[in-house]
């Protein structure tokens, strides 16, 4: 319990401090009535539905999604059947899942040069193949330093396709477009999990990841 309250005052700390340092908002509040929102919404997903852009980019994050809900569920099997640790080993692949992911966006912001194809496929290649290897190995390292591959990939496509969705989208669309991104990618990874779990009781370990991995 100790480690989740230090984790609560680091996360109110770091939300503290950019709170501070935000300038204030003097923009006069508007008053939006929900007939006017649920227009706007339908509006978005219309545009999202018949503009190819946005379309497929959002495609293809959502189906990044129904990939990392599937993780949750991998994690937890890997370290009861390949590990044999128990919880505290998953909890440890979740931590270094993220830790991947944060390597991976510091050094992009050192080399801020990479075109958005060569960032999207590194992404997809990161985001499959490490897992493949997962249902294989036995010793911790190794599964962390797969699972940090993992969240490097998954980095690099969630940066990579929020620029390609900004890109390809009408400026006066943008937030209706990432709202529908969020809703479609939070059904994709509630899915995920619900398949990852079905599959796990019916095929072992690394015949699951190694289908995964491929098919992804």
Known sequence: SWAFSVLAVMCGLTAAGIALRLPADDRTPSVMGLRTVLRSSVDGIAYAATTP???????????????????????????????????????????????????????????????????????????????IALGQVGHLVAALALVAALGAGNALVEISGHTLLQRASAESMTSRVFGILRSWFFLAMAAGAALAGVLVTRHDLSSLTMWIGGAS
Do not use: Q
């Not at 809900?69 to 440890?92: P, Y």
């Not at 991976?104 to 590194?122: E, K, P, Q």
């Open 53 to 131: 852009g946005p379309r497929r980019v959002i495609g293809f994050i959502a189906a990044t999604g129904l990939l990392i809900g599937s993780f949750d569920v991998v994690f937890v099997a890997v370290a009861f059947d390949e590990l044999g640790r128990g919880g505290s080993a998953a909890a440890m692949l979740s931590a270094g899942f993220a830790a991947g992911g944060l390597i991976a966006t510091a050094l992009l912001r050192r080399r801020s040069a990479w075109n958005l194809f060569a960032l999207t496929a590194s992404g997809v290649l990161l985001l499959s193949l490490p897992l």
